[in-house]
């Protein structure tokens, strides 16, 4: 009997000859193929709307706590980011050597149960505490879902599936704020309505609590629905950790890997910026409360972003059918131009109403540079090393990406452009400096790039059809 992976029914791994033989085992049908996308697709919202809720609740917890902007930098940027980049590259190991779906499934449950604890958090250091627990689990998405969707798809359709697991992202992104406000919504009529658990807690925190909770489903449905695929390509079996295959793959193809990594961490600092504080600028420079942001951001996000992240992977795909080897650098180029014109305007328009039309611009292209990078590095990387080379772009969004970017904001405001209306020029100035390398660092490789993915692709393994 064989259901609609391809594999037989029982048990939870393929054939062992489909790992030693990739060539002797079929693709896994499309139908289960792009279910498996679905589920990393709604956890990968999920990660995205636990990790960036709490752009929506920095005055509150500002308020609450007493704290600093320099602080809420910390909580949104450095707290995530400590534990998402160190555990990075060893769960990359575990996704090269183990099996994927065990490793996701894990790491849903555990940033979700530590969003809900940040619900339980009365002190800045026990939400530093919580948050860092968020990026401990969240780890796990990039190296996991990236190596497993390599295995489901054949080299010719991998950017639209990768452009489809993106919409995860953009969905995130969208639904986020609206997420964050009717959460808000909700925990204020529990404490009205005198719900005895949400009583003695503040609203954002019965928010977080709130937001937490539809991961712990996810994580179910995975564990029970989700099948670890085949591995095609060269596949390490034995043998103790070591990092001198990563090294070794680096040094091989430097400009390559450096030109779209960093310019796609470059770029991707400049969304965790605006991420964590345009909410708070449509806050201080407009007086927009969150139940009005809310719904007006995820709009915005829903028509511009979703359509940009399909936009991404059908490009990139038309873009190599046409001979372009360089597509995954044209489309993080794009997105630094993006942010560069639609993203500093918005940040220094005069009405609400331009600001927001603006930022949907600038939206379109959110998620390019992280769906570049996805297929770019999976490209240009052999199949034993996926897991880890995602993790090194990981680690590198955690350091700079997500710490930089907020962190440089919040230092701003407070330091030189101290009015409450001084958040519009700092996040201004972030957006026009990393965009701006990042065209440099992308313009500079993108040759380099073109002769790896030349290489990689004579070097790919060619499989039956399912």
Not at 373 to 395: C, S
């Amino acid at each position: 009997m064989v259901d609609v992976t391809g594999w037989p029914a029982a048990g939870d791994a393929p054939p062992a000859e489909a790992v030693a033989n990739p060539e002797a085992a079929p693709w896994p049908r499309p139908l289960y193929a792009w279910y498996v996308v679905g589920i990393l697709l709604l956890a990968y919202a999920f990660a995205i709307v636990d990790r960036t809720a709490i752009g929506l609740l920095v005055d509150p917890i500002k308020h609450s706590l007493h704290i600093s902007d320099t602080q809420i930098g910390l909580l949104q940027g450095l707290a995530f980011a400590i534990c998402y980049t160190t555990f990075g590259l060893p769960l990359g190991y575990l996704a090269d050597r183990g099996r994927r779906k065990n490793l996701l499934t894990i790491g849903v449950a555990v940033w979700s149960a530590a969003t809900v604890f940040c619900g339980l958090a009365r002190g800045f250091a026990v939400l530093f505490a919580a948050r860092v627990g968020v990026g401990i689990g969240e780890a796990s998405v990039t190296p996991g879902s990236g190596s497993m969707i390599a295995d489901l798809f054949p080299p010719e359709q991998r950017a639209k599936a990768y452009g489809v697991w993106m919409l995860g992202g953009s969905a995130g992104l969208a639904l986020s704020p609206l997420f964050a406000a009717a959460a808000i919504w909700v925990a204020d009529m529990l404490r009205v309505g005198g719900a005895p658990w949400a009583a003695s807690l503040a609203v954002w925190q019965v928010a977080f609590i709130l937001v937490g909770a539809p991961g712990l489903l996810i994580a179910l449905v995975m564990a029970v629905t989700v099948r670890e695929p085949a591995r095609r390509g060269p596949v390490v079996v034995a043998g103790g950790f070591s990092l001198r295959p990563i090294w070794q793959a680096l040094r091989a193809r430097p400009a390559a890997y450096l030109a779209l990594g960093g310019g796609a961490v470059l770029n991707v600092t400049c969304i965790y910026a605006q991420i964590g504080w345009m909410p708070a600028l449509f806050m201080r420079v407009f007086h927009w409360g969150p139940i009005q942001i809310g719904p007006a951001f995820s709009a915005v996000s829903l028509l511009f972003g979703m359509s940009g992240a399909l936009a991404a992977g059908w490009t990139m795909a038309w873009l190599t059918r046409r001979g372009r080897r360089d597509a995954p650098i044209l489309i993080s180029m794009g997105h630094s131009l993006a942010t560069l014109v639609f993203g500093v305007a918005a940040c220094l328009s005069p009405r609400p109403e331009i600001a927001l039309g603006l930022n949907g611009l600038a939206a379109i292209a959110s998620t390019w540079s992280y769906a570049a990078a996805m297929t770019g590095l999976n490209q240009i990387t052999p199949n034993q090393l996926r897991g880890q080379i995602m993790a090194i772009y990981t680690l590198g969004t955690g350091l700079i990406s997500m710490t930089v970017g907020t962190l440089f904001v919040g230092l701003l405001a407070d330091n030189v452009f101290r009015a409450p209306t001084g958040v519009a020029a700092s996040l201004a100035s972030v957006y026009a400096a990393f965009s701006i390398l990042a065209l440099i660092v992308l313009a500079a490789g993108r040759r380099a790039y073109e002769a790896a993915e030349r290489e990689s692709m004579a070097a790919e393994p060619v499989a039956k059809p399912a």
